[in-house]
């Protein structure tokens, strides 16, 4: 049995004139990518089937590369979160009528900015030498070490509590010499929650396009005075994911 097939939607464009980005490959077809209009707010789509869509590594990246595709001619890209089809272009539209004024207030605060993402990862190594140099957390480690499993459970308890504050101050650190110099090129951030055991910083940065040379500076000039205490991991340009609100959960009729 066929099928049925939807509108599948990636980001939101402010145009009055139906645009095409070209085609993709999409759920094993090779797909048209159009726009569907309200006023000048146009959603980029493909039709697609109507079903739930699952966040799987080559999902996700047909769906950010559309996007990537529709900011090298677009200014003002309005992201729309993973796995949304609608059963109709009618449908759309009524969607985007109805995301109309929140809409119409993004176009303006995101045209000709993008998106810039920087992790901070400290190198084990390095690490490792701050802690040796911490004479109370090693004095710790020498009592817990020093006593018996039940008689050094409130010792360990300690002992990971001031590891934690250590590791935090150092995250303080990271987060006042590398992330405030770069807030001062943007016209906004965010610090994001840390993953894993050595992130110390998990930064997104809304820059205007014409700082985007300023700030690629600004990232090196910090990158040299700590490339040996820490690895940088810098993405972008992407589209406002992290300063904007909007995020549907449209299930497949």
Not at 7 to 19: A, M, P, W
Not at 234 to 248: H, Q, R, V
Request: hydrophobic content about 40%; charged content about 30%.
């Amino acid at each position: 049995m066929a099928e049925d097939i939807g509108i599948y939607v990636f980001c939101c464009i402010q145009t009055e004139q139906e645009k095409h980005f070209g085609t993709i490959d999409f759920e094993g077809e090779e797909r048209e990518i159009f726009t569907v209009h309200y006023k000048d707010a146009a959603m980029v789509a493909v039709e697609a089937p109507i079903k739930i869509y699952h966040p799987k590594k080559n999902a996700l990246f047909t769906h950010q590369q559309v996007i990537s595709r529709v900011m090298e001619s677009e200014s003002s890209v309005v992201p729309i979160s993973f796995g949304n089809v609608f059963n109709t272009k009618e449908d759309t539209k009524v969607l985007i009528e109805n995301l109309y004024p929140q809409l119409a207030k993004l176009f303006g605060e995101v045209r000709n900015k993008i998106e810039i993402g920087l992790k901070v990862v400290g190198k084990k190594e390095w690490l490792e030498d701050q802690v040796q140099q911490n004479d109370k957390i090693l004095k710790q480690k020498e009592t817990v070490a020093n006593k018996s499993e039940a008689a050094g459970y409130f010792d360990r308890i300690q002992l990971g509590e001031m590891a934690r504050d250590f590791f935090t101050k150092i995250q303080q650190d990271v987060e006042e010499n590398i992330h405030t110099p770069l807030v001062e090129l943007s016209e906004a951030a965010k610090v994001n929650e840390t993953i894993g055991e050595k992130m110390l910083l998990n930064g997104a940065y809304l820059i205007d396009r014409d700082r985007e040379e300023a700030f690629d500076e600004r990232v090196n000039e910090l990158h040299e005075k700590w490339k040996d205490y820490v690895d940088f991991k810098y993405t972008g340009p992407w589209p406002a994911y992290n300063f904007i609100n909007i995020k549907l959960k449209v299930e497949a009729s």
